[in-house]
């Protein structure tokens, strides 16, 4: 079947490292996208990609990078780690006439 | 860039009843209004849309209503049951391939 994956589905890592967060999907939709999600804030737009080397600044993007190499691919990276950064990053790809969001990874920064 | 508000941050209704959330948007442009339900723990889920050129639509115990004019729309479960028990946002985009802009959620919970 279908679906998308991200990878890992916890991370603890420290202040100042660099850390990437894998998202995958099978689906070989162009459209994807990556949201933090914190209390208080609902879901916010990091980055999102309209295709292999489109990369699109979103409302929080400060502190992230993406890279779009291929269709199934939408790696984020945090540069260089940082305690507000702690949140639960969901990646998301449509899938028909929907936004269809992977499971999460919990990424604590210490 | 768009700006969607979205209310009761929480809200508590006894099993039966219905419970209303409302959200409103700033972009004119945004053409496409998805709700989402989110159980603890879990991804968000789809539960309804509505588009810009449809002024409500029914799925069963869900609706939700549109008002271009006013810039905001709602949803409405009737019969409330505890399964529904779990956070909704509200969201809009220039259309459903597009990125989302978030409400901040709401917390219903369905006490039996």
């Known amino acids: 079947d279908a679906e998308i994956t991200q990878s890992p589905r916890h991370k603890i890592t420290e202040t100042g490292r660099q850390v990437t967060l894998a998202c995958h999907q099978t689906?070989?939709?162009?459209?994807m996208f990556w949201y933090r999600q914190d209390l208080g804030h609902g879901l916010r737009l990091i980055h999102y990609s309209y295709g292999v080397q489109d990369t699109n600044k979103g409302e929080v993007s400060d502190g992230y990078s993406v890279s779009r190499s291929n269709t199934e691919d939408l790696p984020l990276t945090l540069e260089s780690a940082a305690s507000s950064q702690t949140s639960v990053y969901f990646c998301?790809?449509?899938?028909?006439?929907?936004?269809?969001f992977g499971p999460g990874t919990r990424l604590t920064v210490l | 860039g768009e700006n969607v508000e979205q209310h009761p941050s929480t809200l508590s209704v006894q099993e039966g009843d219905s419970a209303v959330i409302k959200c409103t948007y700033s972009d004119s442009a945004s053409n496409y209004f998805p709700w989402y339900k989110q159980e603890l723990g879990k991804r968000p889920q789809l539960i309804i849309d509505i588009r810009s050129n449809v002024g409500e639509k029914k799925d069963q115990r869900i609706a939700v209503t549109l008002n271009k004019t006013a810039k905001h729309f709602s949803l409405h479960i009737t019969e409330t049951q505890p399964e529904d028990s779990a956070v909704y946002f509200c969201?809009?985009?220039?259309?459903?391939?597009?990125?989302?802009?978030f409400g901040k959620g709401t917390s219903l919970l369905v006490t039996p």
């Open positions: 969201a809009a985009a220039r259309n459903s391939g597009y990125a989302l802009n």
């Open positions: 689906w070989n939709h162009n459209n």
């Open positions: 998301a790809t449509e899938q028909g006439r929907e936004q269809f």
